[in-house]
């Protein structure tokens, strides 16, 4: 079973940035996909950003392409999603996930893809 916990949230004004962790533990950090999504009050789940354990593959919504990075610190068993130019639309909790098994690019933005969940931390960016 793998634990997973987020951390890094916080309050920034628009323009800034912010690096969310999230740290794997339970058992090593192996999973095929660790993926972000964020929740905005009253709206669904949507995807954020993914990477694949195994071939380093990236992807991004369109919504945070060039302002988001997604990166691992195996070492530290740690995914980071590094958030630039911040924006109030960003505003959300974001909640890091992981796939126990393989799953395909085009499948990666689908929530239901993923087997394990952290708790979210709460991100707020004031304008």
């Known amino acids: 079973q793998v634990q997973l916990v987020e951390s890094g949230g916080g309050l920034v004004q628009a323009g800034g940035s912010l690096r969310l962790s999230c740290a794997a533990s339970?058992?090593?950090?192996?999973?095929?996909?660790v993926g972000w999504f964020r929740q905005a009050p009253g709206k669904e789940r949507e995807f954020v950003a993914g990477?694949?354990?195994?071939?380093?593959?990236?992807q991004y919504a369109d919504s945070v392409k060039g302002r988001f990075t997604i990166s691992r610190e195996n070492v530290k068993n740690t995914v980071y999603l590094h958030m630039y130019g911040l924006e109030p639309k960003d505003t959300a909790v974001y909640y890091c996930?992981?796939?126990?098994?393989?799953?395909?690019?085009?499948?990666?933005?689908?929530?239901?893809?993923?087997?394990?969940w952290g708790q979210g931390t709460q991100v707020t960016v004031s304008s």
């Open positions: 996930a992981a796939t126990s098994t393989y799953v395909l690019y085009t499948l990666w933005a689908r929530g239901d893809e993923y087997d394990y």
């Open positions: 990477l694949s354990d195994t071939t380093g593959d990236t």
């Open positions: 339970g058992r090593t950090f192996s999973s095929n996909v």
